[in-house]
Structure formats: structure tokens, C-alpha cells
């Protein structure tokens, strides 16, 4: 079956303890994003890739790291999280740019 | 840099009836997409739309998109229950970033019988 899976799917934590939020496709494709959704503030795209060993920056970055090393995946890195990170994460991917995308099924962090 | 505007950010409708939902952005933007969140679960893709007059419909849902006035707009046919979600539109930064995604608030939809 064609998917994009995250995991972990829930996750309460504490501030500067390091975390990834892993995020694996399965239909081969070029392009992957990471989105945080928030109450009033709709979806906001933190990073995106538009091919393997390459990534660039959306609109909130701050505070996150993303890699590429292999099509399929593409985690999420909080190297120190903090309270302000608190959200619900979206993982999406798509054949070729932000066409029509394949979101997961989101994980709602919580940071103490 | 564009900024993507929805409204209205609530809507109730009673079944049956026709409503617009609007997506206006601030600067030129080459496409246009809707996405639909259904409460409590994740996005789906609605429509891309990639060019001036584009128009694509399915189902009880039609959207066009009129680059000159900044609008794309998703129109609801006989609204039906199932149609209750929360929608989106996003739009792409012209000149920008290719994979930059700025989203509308969304517009949550409430079809009531």
C-alpha cells in the first residue's frame, strides 16, 4: 500500500532533550516536507526536499534540522526542543515538487 | 513574499445549499492547491491548479484559479454532511523556492442537515 509514515505518532518530551521524528515514503518519491500545524496559525512548512541531498529551508526552520541521505526518508531533528514546539507534524511527499501530496498521518508533540 | 488569505475561516451551511470558499494571495503565485483535513485526521490533495482560468472539479467540489486577481476559489454544489471539513489552499512562491509551500488559515466547513 502507498504511504508516508511517521513515527512516532505521539510524543510528550521535555526541553533540550533531543528527539526525531522519522518520516518514510514508499511510492518512490522526489519530493518530501515537513509541516507543523497550530491552532489559528494553519500549516506552516518548515523544511522541504526536493531530491535526495537536497534540502532548503520553509517558512519556520528555527529549531528543526532535516536530512536526505535516501529517497525514502526524511527525518525531523529538534536538536534542544522547547515549549514553542509543541505542535502537530506533518510529514508529505510528492512525485515532483509540491504537486499533489501524500501527507502521514502526523505526530502531535507535546514539549514540558 | 506571499502571503495566502482564506475566507471565510468558518462557514456553516445547511445541506443543499451552494457557497464559495475564497483564497486571495498577496503576489504572483504560478499554482495553486487545495487540500481538505477531515477533523482529527491528516491532509488529502484536493486540486492543483497550474495556470490562469484553470478549473478542475470533482465530485460536489469545483476550483478555478484567476492569476490577474490574485483569487482562486472552491465552490460547494448541494453541500452534503460529508463535505464537513476544514479546507485549504496553498500557493507557491513565483521566482522563489520551487518547493515553498505557504498556506491559507484554512476554512472550516460545518454542513448540518
Known amino acids: 500500500e502507498a504511504q508516508v509514515t511517521q513515527n512516532p505518532r505521539y510524543l510528550i518530551t521535555v526541553t533540550g532533550k533531543k528527539l526525531t521524528v522519522t518520516c518514510s515514503q514508499n511510492?518512490?518519491?522526489?519530493?518530501m516536507s515537513w509541516y507543523r500545524q497550530d491552532p489559528g496559525l494553519g500549516l506552516r512548512q518548515i523544511y522541504y526536499s526536493m531530491n535526495v541531498e537536497v534540502t532548503d529551508k520553509g517558512d519556520v526552520p528555527e529549531g528543526y534540522k532535516v536530512s536526505r541521505k535516501e529517497k525514502r526518508n526524511f527525518p525531523l531533528i529538534l536538536e534542544s526542543p522547547s515549549p514553542n514546539q509543541t505542535s502537530l507534524y506533518f510529514c508529505a511527499s510528492s512525485p515532483g515538487g509540491p504537486a499533489t501530496q501524500y501527507f502521514g498521518p502526523g505526530t502531535r508533540l507535546t514539549v514540558l | 513574499e506571499l502571503k495566502v488569505e482564506q475566507n471565510p475561516l468558518f462557514l456553516s451551511m445547511q445541506e443543499g445549499k451552494n457557497y464559495t470558499i475564497y483564497c486571495n494571495y498577496s503576489?504572483?503565485?504560478?499554482?495553486l492547491y487545495w487540500y481538505r483535513q477531515d477533523p482529527g485526521k491528516s491532509l488529502e490533495s484536493l486540486f492543483v491548479l497550474l495556470s490562469n482560468g484553470a478549473v478542475k472539479q470533482e465530485g460536489r467540489l469545483m476550483a478555478s484559479l484567476d492569476t490577474k486577481a490574485r483569487l482562486s476559489t472552491l465552490h460547494i454544489t448541494a453541500a452534503v454532511h460529508d463535505l464537513s471539513a476544514t479546507y485549504f489552499c496553498a500557493g507557491r512562491n513565483y521566482g522563489g523556492s520551487q518547493g515553498n509551500l505557504i498556506f491559507g488559515k484554512g476554512t472550516k466547513l460545518s454542513v448540518k442537515p
Open positions: 503576489t504572483t503565485s504560478d499554482r
Open positions: 511510492m518512490n518519491h522526489e519530493y
